[in-house]
């Protein structure tokens, strides 16, 4: 059989994987190098109490005959839609408009196949790597990078967008940590109401907005008609492993000729998807409980001042340094150097690992992006040695 030509247009493997590889050559070289890890965006600190119990108790009702479940709805839980909906967006969005999936990089995946392979996908340059891939393995490169700057906070040229059908918009940013502005958000839905387009867009880090900055793209008037949003349980309450999220699809968002959107996701995910795990449904009940929701903006309070501690160590060292106010992580640039090299001496001279920033996107050349997932004495760690670099 003939090898699917879109493999060969990614890169042979993901971006974290090629961290991982340098990491290990290093290590093969130096094998009692304690090396501090601010690469991967991944949580560190244990799930909570409340998650924890809902967790035990879920496994200890499937394991008696009158509570057994097996199957549930594709769409997740009723139980779970209505306390996002209520919990996380007061109400603003409809229970039925919201589909559990088994976390936000897999609905990624699933959206390629729902928008087909005749659409343009406009991405913003730098981006979460998964767009990119998921997009080019389904249709090929037909991908239109949209280049973001950090003198328009990291927002695109609005009329690019005439350019795409669907553009994925990721507010706060990974990899940049910028936050969009209303403003900014108000011009990409009245854009994409006027020239029929859709926006994904992606608030996987909504948990980390702090003051009256937006949470979710519904907080923009009109946005229902335009726009899917995705969500993760991952970083706002530890759910990496555990794995949950979903996807907002509006009953008001139409394609051209008028057909609902929501009508072909709930198609595609019954034929491609049986429903998020129940342990891990119940596990999100319990983290959006009154309890659980004071654990949880715990957690992400003390990743935020992790954050803090990285931005003024990069800023102290004179480095022009983005982000980690309203996200976990920051963008740094390394004057003088390319991503990868200057991923290679950070390695080198502060045995510390990071991302390249050109592994997002070609704007991200000469960048570098600063996780600041990590337990307090990692970190402090890394701040020490930092000055080994600069
Ligand atoms: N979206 C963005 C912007 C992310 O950074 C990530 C994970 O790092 C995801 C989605 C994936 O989240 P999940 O763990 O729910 O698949």
């Known amino acids: 059989m003939k090898r699917n030509p879109h493999f060969a247009c990614v890169s042979e493997r993901y971006l974290f994987q090629e961290v991982l590889k340098r990491k ?31 967790l035990i108790e879920s496994a200890h009702s499937l394991g008696k005959v009158e509570s057994y479940l097996g199957y549930g709805p594709e769409k997740g839980q009723e139980a779970l839609r209505k306390k996002i909906a209520d919990a996380l967006y007061q109400n603003k969005v409809s229970s039925d408009d919201i589909f559990i999936s088994d976390g936000a990089k897999c609905d990624i995946g699933r959206l390629q196949i729902l928008f087909g392979s005749d659409c343009t996908i406009g991405l913003q340059d730098p981006a979460y790597p998964a767009y990119l891939d998921t997009a080019v393995l389904f249709r090929g490169p037909k991908i239109h990078l949209l280049p973001c700057e950090p003198k328009n906070n990291f927002f695109f040229n609005i009329e ?5 059908d669907a553009v994925f918009i990721c507010s706060p ?39 009256d900055h937006l949470r979710s793209i519904y907080e923009i008037e009109g946005a229902e008609d335009v726009a899917i949003e995705i969500g993760s349980f991952s970083k ?77 160590a990069f800023i102290n060292l004179n480095f022009e340094t983005y982000g980690g106010e309203h996200s976990p992580y920051l963008w740094v640039r ?57």
């Open 24 to 54: 290990e050559a290093f290590l093969k070289e130096h094998p009692h190098a304690k090396i501090i890890s601010l690469s991967i965006g991944d949580t560190t600190e244990p799930l909570s109490k409340t998650i924890v119990e809902g």
């Open 236 to 312: 706002m309450a530890g759910f990496s492993g555990v794995r949950l999220g979903w996807t907002v699809i509006p009953s008001s968002l139409k394609f051209a000729d008028g057909h609902p959107v929501k009508a072909d996701w709930s198609r595609l995910i019954t034929t491609f998807f049986n429903g998020a795990s129940v342990l891990s449904q119940k596990a999100a009940l319990s983290a959006l409980s009154h309890e659980g929701l004071k654990e949880i903006a715990t957690q992400v309070s003390f990743y935020l001042e992790n954050a803090s501690l990285l931005r003024n």
């Open 173 to 211: 940013n990974n990899p940049t940590g910028a936050i969009l502005s209303k403003k900014q958000l108000e011009q990409a839905v009245a854009f994409a109401k006027k020239h029929g387009k859709i926006i994904v867009f992606d608030a996987a880090y909504a948990s980390y907005v702090q003051g």
């Open 334 to 390: 390394i004057p003088g150097k390319t991503s990868w090299q200057a991923f290679q001496e950070l390695l080198d001279k502060s045995h510390i690992i990071t991302t390249p920033g050109v592994g997002f996107g070609p704007q991200g050349e000469g960048f570098l992006r600063i996780s600041s997932f990590g337990r307090r004495s990692h970190i402090e760690e890394a701040i020490e040695r930092l000055h080994k670099f600069s």
């Open 160 to 164: 690019e967008m005439k350019k795409v």
